[in-house]
């Protein structure tokens, strides 16, 4: 019964973050005030869907479900559609949550097509300090997704800006310091909660293992995000990196977060559960 | 009962017209008051701007109240109605409400869009409402009008982005920086264009200006108007090294400004954006600057492009708002249908005016030698007897239908005339909806 009633509700949350990203592009193409509205209480009701299953399913699991890379892909779009529509709420920055959601959406998907099942034998394993390792890494990737699409966004305001494209979506899209600064902002939490995450996984690691494979894949692709965040954050507060240079190097720091998480997980001995 | 407007403004009156009809806002009140008193205005609001004079009235006939406006007019500016009939625009019922909802959103401004009208027709409906020459029609009329402007304003783009050349540029400067207040900017050149930049510029907000010109001495005078620096054409790479925006307009005949000159500066400036306006014919600035990664760079033609889109955005947005324009007649006349009065005074003015015809015959059978200048004499000033009469009691059923008692009020009134209407039986609007046709504005 309870399966019956997540299915339901969750294809009901699917339908309805369809049909709001859709009326966000209709917004994009032609500024459509009603259609923006719509969106955004399609969004609300996508949100507060997700909220009831994520609980259902909590209170169904008796833990935080963060284990399966299926749970986590969820918590990750969960937590970027929480933030995008907090983020919509605080500093009004236009077509910050459809791009956001789009990313949301996508991951909705692919979370659908995501293995469930905790690996064998890591069940005993699990620990809160396991929780908070997977909770703070991926909230750590969900500000960097966020960073990423103020750095999408300065990319489509700098090209529209430099040849001279002036239709509507000009005059919303924010200026480029201020999308720059949030680029820089959304790092600047990313990297020290990434840092935390990362410790937090050493230290249950050290704690549960026989040994800490430093080489493990997961491990070296972790730390490489968390060096080359911290390469851009130290190079666009020292001005060695700015403007539309630092808006492609932070695209491509998310390229690497992306391969480390769907594509390096798979290569490691060591993650036991994604 | 009617509504009337009878006005003229940039489009029906040359300036010279429209500066001898304009109403000193010191004396505005008491023109009100003036106009209150004339026979057949039951209320009145009048919208005195530089580009518009426009009478909004609540009179007992058309006829009657057209005449007295504009005998009004004559009186109070003391010229002659001859001279400013034939400018003069008359709208009446759904007309006259569509072309106020029109004014107030700003469709009918010489700017598509533009904001200030809608406080200006406010204030004076505010002052109309507080020298008592509003009341319930207006009061109500007037109060949709401003909550109608102010939802096209939020949902629509009727007012949003720059329809002029200079305010482009500022938009241009917002969305390259943002705020504006720490920012540097360079007037290059201190001509009349400079100086046109110079106060646009430190209107958006920009606070440290520097005025760069071939005759240092001239670039001292603007400068000094905005506690700027001013520096001569050799320093002029110097100061674009820690500028943000530079606005030239000299009469260079070749380029002052090339991307060779650029190269090295920008190198300098760290990737600091670098906003570069040119609005100067000649060109200033070589367009090749255009391609430094961070230098933004645009001309007069430029400018003029965003004036252009802006417009058409907003030309879209009037052909959104005329389709809410429709709605709100419409919402008001279903307004007026539920107040009931328009049968009464109605019926009140027929039967006034059929013992006023019975007067005349009777007038004519005792009278059987009358001349007909005579007869016409007598006619007019028994007319004029029974509108002066009915003047108050028709004010005062028209209030009595706005308050809380309205149905039992008009019952009394009706009831004390002996008028054969029932309240809210005939078709309320009727008469306002047989003189109008429902009002189509494309915009």
Known sequence: MYAVWTDRLHEGMILLYAASILLYFLDFLHRNRKANKAAFRFLSVVWALQTVIFILYMAHTRRFPVLTLSEGLYFYAWALLTLSLALNRLLRVDFTVFFTNVIGFFIMTVHAFAPEKVSQGAGRMVSELLLMHITMTLIAYVLFSLSFVFSVLYLLQYKWLKEKKWSHRIWRLNDLAKLERLSKWMNAIAVPVLLLGLILGLWWAYLRLPAIHWLDPKIVGSFVVLLVYSFLLYGGERRHMFGKTLAYWNMAAFLIILINFFLITGLSDFHLYY | ?443
């Open chain 2, 1 to 443: 009962m009617r509504i009337l407007t009878v006005g003229l403004n940039y489009k029906s009156a040359p300036v010279e017209i429209r500066e001898q009809l304009s109403f000193d806002e010191a004396e505005l009140a008491d023109a009100m008051a003036a106009l209150q008193k004339k026979k057949s205005i039951l209320e009145n609001v009048i919208v005195s701007t530089c580009n518009r004079t426009e009478i909004y009235a609540v009179a007992d006939q058309a006829h009657t109240g057209r005449y007295y406006i504009k005998d009004f007019l004559s009186e109070w500016f003391g010229i002659d109605k001859e001279a400013f009939a034939p400018y003069l625009f008359i709208y009446e019922d759904n007309e006259a409400i569509a072309h106020l909802f029109k004014v107030i959103c700003g469709l009918d401004s010489m700017v598509l869009g533009e904001t200030q009208i809608l406080g200006q027709v406010r204030d004076s409906f505010l002052l109309a409402q507080a020298s008592g020459s509003t009341g319930t029609i207006f009061n109500r009329l007037f109060k949709d009008a401003v909550t109608l402007a102010k939802k096209a304003h939020t949902e629509t783009e009727i007012a949003s982005n720059a329809v002029s050349v200079s305010y482009a540029a500022v938009e241009l400067a917002k969305k390259i920086f943002g705020d504006m207040a720490d920012k540097k900017v360079v007037i290059i050149g201190a001509g009349k264009m400079g100086e046109l930049a110079a106060e646009n510029i430190h209107g958006s907000g920009a606070t440290r200006i520097t005025v760069i010109n071939r005759t240092p001495e001239k670039a001292g005078l603007l400068a000094a108007r905005f506690d700027g620096e001013a520096l001569g054409l050799a320093s002029l790479e110097t100061a674009l090294l820690d500028a943000d925006i530079a606005i030239t307009s000299t009469s260079a005949k070749g380029y002052i400004l090339t991307a060779d000159k650029l190269k090295p500066i920008e190198k300098k400036r760290n990737g600091r954006p670098l906003l570069l306006v040119d609005i100067a014919v000649p060109r200033d600035i070589d367009p090749e600057a255009a391609s430094l990664e961070s230098v933004f760079l645009y001309d007069i033609d430029d400018l003029e492009g965003i004036v252009e889109a802006n417009l058409k955005e907003r030309e879209k947005a009037a052909r959104q708002i005329a389709d809410m324009i429709s709605d709100a007649v419409c919402a008001f006349n279903e307004w007026v249908h539920t107040l009931g009065v328009v049968p009464v005074i109605t019926a009140l003015r027929e039967k006034a005016l059929a013992i006023q015809a019975e007067t005349m015959k009777s007038i004519e059978r005792k009278l059987p030698d009358l001349t007909e200048r005579e007869r016409k004499v007598i006619s007019k000033h028994t007319k004029s007897i029974i509108n002066q009469m009915l003047k108050d009691p028709i004010l005062q059923a028209k209030e009595m239908a706005g308050s809380p008692d309205a149905a039992r009020n008009l019952e009394l009134f009706r009831q004390i005339f002996n008028l054969e209407t029932e309240t809210g039986q005939a078709e309320p609007a009727a008469e306002m909806a047989r003189h109008a046709v429902r009002p189509s504005y494309s915009g």
